[in-house]
């Protein structure tokens, strides 16, 4: 019994057990209301409210009518609110020689947005996935092209991006401004598409291909399907970028097919009469609206769809 | 008739040479591995075999056909590689079939070899699984069951066991094993770093080094009579001893090394007698006898014994031979400590003599 080793052991037991009894090491798990959070929570507050002023100033000022506009309280909510401003916004205001509103745009920016965006996603996924997986000769040297046409400032090609539309036949038709987003598009969606693409383990490709599938197959069956957060990337920046833009817009369309970006800028800037802040302000939000709801949107399906992702398969 | 046979192959990268002048011959129903550490080109070898790579020169035939230019799809292989590359969006299902459906096999014959190929990998519960739901050795089942379903003359195999743990790695080493067995007429030629999962499962190892193959033989010659010293440093565990020292040539020929002196004329000697006045000894560790059992050796030694590690079965045992280091493997049970001094002693026919210089078996 009397084993010195025995004993030894029974010793060291007793040290540990000592050691459980004594108070826990490390630090307690913070208050809430620790200074730290107060400081961080406050400066997030007040970061949030400076950004989120503007959007109240506008949505309350285009609730007001005019009279109650001309006080001069920019900050006050409304006491009579009236949704007349937004009618005469969508249906009413004046743009040049049209007066339907902003409703003419709206449906311009929606044939232009809705083909870009489908063309250039399908386009750059497709030259993505070339680059990516099929490294055929020049790929390099295709994809260097590419990404330095993409630091070529706008405003150098907008002339001959004319010349080009006017010989094709389609300028200032949206079939033009269809053709000059998808490519104005390409690089920056291509890259995106690449490195995704990259990213696939590279054995899942050559499975493919020992399993019988080709250049369509393996972009379709396999990388499609497994692809799903970087469409929703590449569609938020694509639709956010073509309803936004103005540029092409009011270079490379007529006053028929002006989208709604240009008209807003009509109607904003008109110098004729009374300036209507009330108008002006819901005109901006309707823009505005479209983006803000793609983000809402498909901000949940893109992070359902990295959460997907994480999932090691 | 040769199952793969690779003829003269080259591959470069740019200025890089990853396989140089490469010959092969597989035969048909032969397991072969190529075995060899990171980077020696045993994988790149397996993709030009499968035709994922495109090769600078030489040809490659399979079944007698030259398939040196023939798109994967179109070489009767299937492949499981090391990450399982299952698709992840796919069932298990989805995932056999999907190469089925690319050859345009109509679905009741895809069920049909669906089912069958479940039943041999024991995979029926998990059909309607995605990967993500499977364990690491069930999605390795499934990728393998991927390669058997589409009814393939030759498997290839990439390292497929090097991402489990070491358990499952026994079990589906041994599965693969009968699976071979199963299917006697299929060849598998499989890649891997791990030295047992090449001598358990082939009929013949391919040890490679720098793109090029350092010997072609059954397990036990690469075992015994390595060609060379690489080969020989290579297999085994715990690794080799090597002794440099010369050799005195003449009709009792004796390797010496510091005050050793080993006796050669049981040694066979492969090149013809030729002796390099410089050469190196290489004795396994698991060929040395202690003790009593010493006694009866044509060699024997007295040597002191340095750090013993105790390894469960058996016991390795570091000191030093002719002033070099020298480790041997004893039988677990027997006691020895660091400071004592011990008799050894070993057959110098089962050593392996190579020339110091050109590394190469005497």
């Known amino acids: 019994m009397s084993n010195p080793a025995t004993l030894a052991v029974t010793a060291a037991g007793a040290d540990a057990a000592a050691g459980m009894m004594s108070d826990p090491r490390g630090a307690r798990p913070r208050k809430i209301l620790s200074r730290r959070n107060i400081f961080i929570y406050g400066t997030l507050t007040v970061v949030a409210l400076y ?45 040049g020689l049209n007066c339907d509103g ?126 799903l957060p970087i469409f929703v990337v590449a569609m938020i920046i694509q639709v956010t970028g073509i309803w936004n833009d103005f540029l092409f817009g009011v270079v490379y369309t007529k006053p028929e097919t002006y989208p709604m970006t240009v008209q807003l800028n009509n109607i904003v800037n008109s110098v004729q009469g009374v300036k209507e802040y009330n108008v002006n302000m819901a005109a901006t939000i309707i823009t505005g609206l479209v983006p803000l709801l793609v983000y809402f ?14 999932v090691k398969g | ?126 059909l309607k699984r995605k990967p993500a739901q499977l364990s690491g050795g069930q999605r390795q089942r499934v990728a393998i069951g991927r390669a058997l379903v589409r009814d393939v003359d030759i498997f290839l195999f990439d390292e497929p066991l090097s991402n489990l743990d070491a358990k499952l790695r026994a079990e589906l080493r041994v599965e693969i094993k009968r699976l071979h067995q199963q299917l006697d007429s299929n060849t598998m030629i499989y890649v891997t770093h791990d030295q047992i999962e ?55 020929p004796v390797f010496v090394a510091g005050d050793s002196r080993i006796g050669l004329n049981r040694y066979e000697f492969s090149n013809g ?27 024997t030694a007295e040597i002191s014994i340095e750090v013993v590690e105790p390894m469960g079965a058996d016991t390795l045992v570091w000191s030093h031979l002719g002033g070099q280091e020298f480790r041997f493997r004893i039988d677990g049970q027997t006691k020895l400590s660091s400071g004592e001094k011990v008799i050894i002693g070993f057959d110098p026919a089962r050593a392996s003599l190579f020339d110091a210089d050109t590394e190469l078996r005497l």
């Open chain 2, 198 to 252: 090449a001598m358990t499962l082939a009929d013949r190892i391919a040890i490679m080094r720098g793109g090029a193959v350092q010997q072609l033989a059954a397990p036990h010659t690469i075992y015994d009579k390595p060609l060379n010293k690489y080969v020989a440093g290579f297999i085994g565990s715990p690794s080799i001893n090597f002794l440099d020292g010369t050799i005195e040539a003449g009709t009792n």
């Open chain 2, 1 to 126: 008739m040769a199952s793969v046979s690779i003829r003269n192959l080259d591959l470069s990268f740019g200025d890089v040479k990853v396989l140089q002048n490469l010959n092969l011959e597989i035969e048909e129903g032969e397991f072969l591995v190529l075995l060899g550490s990171s980077g020696c080109g045993k994988s790149t070898l397996l993709n030009c075999i499968a035709g994922l790579l495109d090769i600078t020169d030489g040809q490659i035939f399979i079944n007698d056909h030259n398939v040196t230019w023939e798109q994967p799809k179109d070489r009767g292989i299937g492949m499981v590689f090391q990450s399982y590359a299952l698709y992840p969006q796919m069932t298990v299902e989805g995932n056999l079939a999907f190469g089925l459906k690319n050859a345009r096999v109509p679905r009741d014959e895809i069920t049909k070899r669906i089912k069958e190929t479940a039943e041999l990998l024991h995979i029926e519960p998990l």
């Open chain 1, 297 to 310: 949107i498909s901000g949940k399906l893109f992070v359902r769809g990295i959460a997907a992702g994480a």
């Open chain 1, 51 to 95: 950004y989120l002023l503007p959007l109240y100033v506008m949505v309350v000022t285009s609730l007001k009518g005019m009279p109650e506009i001309r006080v001069g309280n920019v900050f006050a909510p409304p006491l009579e609110i009236t949704f007349e401003p937004w009618v005469k916004a969508w249906a009413k205001a004046c743009t």
């Open chain 1, 102 to 227: 902003l409703s003419r745009g709206f449906w311009n920016s929606v044939r232009i947005t809705v083909p870009s965006v489908i063309i250039s996603i399908a386009i750059a996924s497709i030259n993505g996935y070339a680059l990516a997986n099929w490294r055929f000769k020049g790929a390099n040297l295709f994809f260097t092209i590419l990404i330095v046409g993409a630091f070529i400032p706008y405003q150098v090609m907008i002339y001959p991006v004319v010349i080009i539309l006017r010989e094709l036949g389609v300028y200032g038709t949206l079939t033009g401004l269809v053709i000059v987003h998808t490519i104005f598009g390409m690089p920056i969606n291509t890259l995106l598409f690449r490195n995704y693409f990259a990213s696939v383990p590279e054995e899942l490709f050559k499975a493919a291909r020992v399993d019988g599938a080709g250049f369509w197959g393996i972009y379709f069956r396999i990388m499609m399907p497994m692809s």
């Open chain 2, 273 to 299: 007698g030729t002796m390099p006045e410089k050469a190196t000894f290489g004795m396994r560790p698991e060929h040395v006898a202690v003790g009593e059992q010493a006694s009866g050796q044509p060699f």
